[in-house]
């Protein structure tokens, strides 16, 4: 008799590898491996999660409170928003939406990993593009697209290469990108960009007929725990994704504490100030260390190791682990020599600097 099989393309879906989270022997490690929030959450948000205390009811059924709270503060239409268990529910519901067996879903060389993980979960086949100095290639990305194309993933600024496209860029991509290809710009650590060039997406997403921004509560509003993100986009797009989304996807705490942090916008821009110092201090410090880095507009940095010998970056995670802190590898986004350093708390940040000046130099 046949066992169940699952379907074609399923055990051929990459498991996604999250951040290191403990090293043995080690009890207190310090962890920046998953662009956690440096200062944790907003003390009102705790408090909502705290009282949303209703544990026997069923939670508010399409976030209407929260997607009411966010429309405040970004100045948008709450029925054209969707929220999600994580933005990456909310990304994977755009595939379910728009892409299916023998479909192309695109996405940049060094992107995100969830994106190719879902475009393979509903049997699609995700397409690499390369990029430039990495950073998205808008000419690229166009010429990579072919009649079976569904959708574009942009993530801007991207993790873990710390980049970003300026507005004409993206302009530009969905003004040449196909009408029926759905762009979608993650915007999760949009809040940490200071650029005047950048764009955060939520004009297209307003006014053009095929263009999606999604954003995550897990980086600067330190709520990764609760999983919790949303989106923006056309009324059609989010009328295809409401038959999708699973009832009751957000539990009471998440909607209660999303709702509270979204409106701390004081706490948000104290968090968005601490990144900043620190990117400077940071950036300043791996430049003199002899470092070439990623980007600056997220809350990471990227610095490149030797490929060969004692200073790789294998050696550098090593030597780190030693001392009770965790980075991120970045093999697994076809960059070996990096590593991806999330910016944490000024203690944190003083210890990392401070190990990898002592690495780099030799010293123990
Ligand atoms: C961290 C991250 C997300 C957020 O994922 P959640 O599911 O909301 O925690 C989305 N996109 C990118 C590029 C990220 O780095």
Not at 37 to 48: D, E, I
Not at 96 to 108: K, L, N, S, Y
Not at 119 to 142: F, H, M, Q
Not at 249 to 270: C, E, F, K, M, Q
Request: hydrophobic fraction near 45%; proline fraction near 6%.
């Amino acid at each position: 008799m046949a066992l169940p099989q699952p379907r074609s393309w399923v055990l051929d879906i990459p498991l996604y590898q999250g951040g290191k989270s403990e090293i043995k022997g080690v009890n207190r490690v310090i962890k920046l491996s998953s662009n956690e929030a440096a200062l944790g959450p907003s003390p009102k948000a705790l408090t909502a999660y705290a009282a949303a205390n209703t544990l026997h009811r069923y939670p508010q059924d399409g976030a209407a409170d929260l997607r009411t709270a966010i429309a405040e503060i970004h100045g948008l239409d709450p029925a054209r928003i969707i929220c999600g268990v994580g933005s990456d529910e909310v990304l994977c519901l755009l595939c379910r939406a728009f892409a299916g067996p023998g479909d192309e879903v695109i996405h940049t060389e060094h992107a995100y990993s969830i994106y190719a993980i879902f475009a393979k979960s509903v049997g699609a086949k995700p397409v690499a593009v390369p990029e430039t100095d990495l950073t998205a290639n808008v000419d690229a990305i166009l010429s990579a697209v072919t009649p079976r194309t569904r959708l574009v993933f942009l993530a801007n600024p991207n993790n873990p290469t710390g980049t970003y496209i300026s507005g004409a860029e993206l302009n530009r991509l969905r003004a040449q990108l196909r009408e029926d290809i759905v762009l979608v710009v993650d915007a999760a650590y949009a809040e940490f960009t200071a650029a005047a060039d950048y764009d955060d997406g939520f004009a297209l997403a307003a006014t053009t007929p095929n263009t999606f921004v999604t954003r995550t509560f897990s980086k600067i509003y330190g709520l990764a725990s609760l999983r919790l993100g949303w989106g923006t986009g056309p009324a059609e797009i989010i009328g295809a994704m409401e038959r999708l989304r699973p009832p009751f996807n957000i539990s009471a705490p998440a909607l209660a504490a999303g709702a509270a942090a979204v409106r701390d916008v004081a706490h948000t821009a104290a968090a968005k100030a601490h990144n900043a110092k620190w990117m400077k201090i940071a950036v300043q410090r791996l430049r003199g260390l002899g470092f070439n880095l990623g980007g600056d507009s997220a809350n990471f940095v990227l610095p490149e190791f030797p490929a060969q010998g004692p200073k790789s970056a294998a050696a550098a995670d090593a030597y780190l682990q030693s001392r009770g802190i965790i980075v991120r590898r970045v093999s697994n986004y076809g960059l070996p020599n990096h590593l991806r350093i999330t910016l944490g708390n000024d203690e944190d940040m003083t210890a990392v600097l401070d190990a990898l000046a002592a690495f780099m130099e030799g010293r123990s």
